[in-house]
């Protein structure tokens, strides 16, 4: 699903959404588009691999940026499209949105009414 949501960004932006120059720039780059996480979804991140949660602490925490104007131009439905790609860019896994229930949301409805009327 983050796959998914980074071509749909990026098929809106016309431009890489996340542009870091080195591994670990390109995690502070989903964290300055994104927001940081929460220290509960770093904790339940530190349950899935194997690493000190404490290194985290030392991290510089972003906030999550109104990034709606970067696809106000191309998106008619912003609201929904945003909702959708922020459930898809969920930073725990087993939270993140499903391609079932992704294709169910709000944002997908035109495309779901035109497939029952052909």
Do not use: W
């Not at 390109?26 to 000190?52: C, H, N, W």
Request: overall charge negative.
């Amino acid at each position: 699903m983050l796959a998914t949501a980074c071509i749909m960004a990026e098929l809106a932006t016309r431009e890489p959404i996340f542009q870091g120059k080195s591994e670990g720039d390109q995690l502070f780059a989903i964290f300055r588009t994104l927001g940081s996480p929460t220290a509960e979804q770093f904790q339940e991140y530190a349950k899935m691999v194997p690493f000190d949660a404490k290194l985290f602490n030392d991290f510089k925490t972003y906030a999550r940026p109104n990034i709606s104007s970067e696809f106000s131009n191309s998106i008619k439905d912003i609201d929904n499209f945003l909702d959708l790609m922020y459930k898809m860019f969920e930073y725990i896994p087993s939270k993140r949105i499903t391609a079932t229930e992704a294709l169910k949301h709000p944002f997908f409805k035109d495309v779901r009414d035109k497939m029952l009327i052909e």
